[in-house]
């Protein structure tokens, strides 16, 4: 097992690669959007997105990023999902992470680091995900659509206009979305708003800003959608560790 550690500016983007390892992205500072065929994930403070091996993918930062990784041979992995997923970090693995990296190689021959490695194994087969992710159609019409939406999350217009706009009626565009993304385009719509305004509040912007930005058309609504889907506030699912619940 390897690890790695860099500092990036806002805005800063790696283009989209692969690894031969299975991957873990750990965010101590700064919001990091993962972007692959399947879908966009983002990863805030204290969370985690784990990569599988092969897996094309890119990387931005929102605000400064302070970025943690581990490489994992496939053979240590294998027991852990063949898919990407964004997870909680407790304060254990945050820990473990952060010694991973200072030691950059460990050794499973070496009994102390094969205890490091094992430890951060047994913690990713405990953690929980969460739901940040926004799944990438497949079908030109769909993805036409989801692209529109995820440039301009303020769009007024509703699925019916913005259909035809597309190639595609109302009913074809709800079932591909149904289909491909396992949602219902509403539920793909609300999750684009929330990840954008994520990514704004990571920039510096205000709550408010933020929200507004995301196409919320007030404050209060931009917090309750946050509230139910990650069980806290915006401030304090991007806040330091010591005042978010994990």
Same mark, same amino acid.
């Given at each position: 097992?390897?690890?790695?550690?860099?500092?990036?500016?806002?805005?800063?983007?790696?283009?989209? +690669?692969?690894?031969?390892?299975?991957?873990?992205?750990?965010?101590?500072?700064?919001?990091?959007?993962?972007?692959?065929?399947?879908?966009?994930?983002?990863?805030?403070?204290?969370?985690?997105?784990?990569?599988?091996?092969?897996?094309? +993918?890119?990387?931005?930062?929102?605000?400064?990023?302070?970025?943690?990784?581990?490489?994992?041979?496939?053979?240590?992995?294998?027991?852990?999902?063949?898919?990407?997923?964004?997870?909680?970090?407790?304060?254990?693995?945050?820990?473990?992470?952060?010694?991973?990296?200072?030691?950059?190689?460990?050794?499973?021959?070496?009994?102390?680091?094969?205890?490091?490695?094992?430890?951060?194994?047994?913690?990713?087969?405990?953690?929980?995900?969460?739901?940040?992710?926004?799944?990438?159609? +497949?079908?030109?019409?769909?993805?036409?659509?989801?692209?529109?939406?995820?440039?301009?999350?303020?769009?007024?217009?509703?699925?019916?206009?913005?259909?035809?706009?597309?190639?595609?009626?109302?009913?074809?565009?709800?079932?591909?979305?149904?289909?491909?993304?396992?949602?219902?385009?509403?539920?793909?719509?609300?999750?684009?708003?929330?990840?954008?305004?994520?990514?704004?509040?990571?920039?510096?912007?205000?709550?408010?800003?933020?929200?507004?930005?995301?196409?919320?058309?007030?404050?209060?609504?931009?917090?309750?959608?946050?509230?139910?889907?990650?069980?806290?506030?915006?401030?304090?699912?991007?806040?330091?560790?010591?005042?978010?619940?994990?």
């Amino acid at each position: 097992m390897a690890g790695g550690s860099w500092e990036f500016e806002h805005g800063y983007a790696i283009r989209q +690669h692969s690894h031969r390892e299975d991957q873990l992205l750990f965010a101590s500072q700064g919001v990091m959007t993962v972007q692959t065929n399947e879908g966009v994930w983002v990863v805030p403070p204290m969370r985690a997105v784990w990569i599988p091996a092969e897996t094309a +993918h890119g990387v931005s930062m929102s605000g400064r990023v302070s970025m943690r990784t581990l490489y994992f041979q496939p053979n240590l992995s294998s027991t852990l999902p063949r898919h990407c997923l964004v997870t909680n970090v407790s304060s254990l693995l945050r820990e473990l992470i952060l010694h991973a990296c200072q030691l950059r190689t460990l050794r499973r021959r070496v009994a102390p680091e094969r205890h490091v490695i094992e430890l951060i194994l047994d913690q990713l087969r405990l953690v929980d995900s969460v739901p940040v992710q926004l799944p990438e159609p +497949h079908d030109s019409r769909a993805r036409k659509l989801a692209n529109l939406l995820r440039a301009n999350p303020q769009e007024p217009r509703q699925l019916e206009t913005l259909s035809i706009e597309c190639g595609a009626s109302k009913r074809t565009m709800q079932r591909l979305f149904a289909d491909e993304c396992g949602m219902s385009f509403s539920r793909w719509r609300q999750r684009a708003r929330l990840i954008h305004g994520i990514q704004r509040l990571a920039e510096g912007q205000s709550v408010t800003n933020a929200a507004l930005d995301a196409g919320y058309s007030t404050t209060s609504a931009f917090i309750s959608m946050v509230r139910r889907q990650l069980g806290t506030t915006p401030t304090r699912y991007l806040g330091p560790a010591d005042r978010r619940q994990l």
